[in-house]
């Protein structure tokens, strides 16, 4: 499986911004998608993450009722609308696959190049 992410960006608190991550590759339906963040000096953290075929979706606490993930089969893309954006949001975003129901990074196989986020205050 090949990923693309792209939608990063300079936002201010408050904002919003959508990162898409465009797959490729084998059969997405055997898939978990998850997206990441890896903020300077600090490890990284899952953010949310959906089953590609029955779309059962999990958010981070930190996230949650802040961001959206979703998917469209036909693109083949995965999606994170973020919406009233924090600075502690700043982070290189990442969008990951597997084959389990995973929040652990290490559980994932495939990984996109990163995006940068950042939100001034």
């Known amino acids: 499986v090949q990923l693309q992410a792209s939608g990063g960006g300079l936002v201010q608190a408050g904002g919003s911004l959508r990162l898409s991550c465009a797959a490729s590759?084998?059969?997405?339906?055997?898939?978990?998608m998850g997206w990441f963040r890896q903020a300077p000096g600090k490890e990284r953290e899952f953010v949310a993450r959906?089953?590609?075929?029955?779309?059962?979706?999990y958010y981070a606490t930190s996230v949650k009722g802040r961001f959206t993930i979703s998917r469209d089969n036909n693109k083949k893309t995965v999606y994170l609308q973020m919406n009233s954006l924090k600075p502690e949001d700043t982070a290189v975003y990442y969008c990951?696959?597997?084959?389990?129901?995973?929040?652990?990074?290490?559980?994932?196989?495939?990984w996109g190049q990163g995006t940068q986020v950042t939100v001034s205050s």
């Open positions: 959906i089953n590609w075929s029955s779309g059962l979706i």
């Open positions: 990951a696959s597997t084959t389990g129901w995973e929040t652990s990074a290490q559980r994932y196989d495939y």
């Open positions: 590759g084998r059969t997405l339906s055997n898939y978990v």
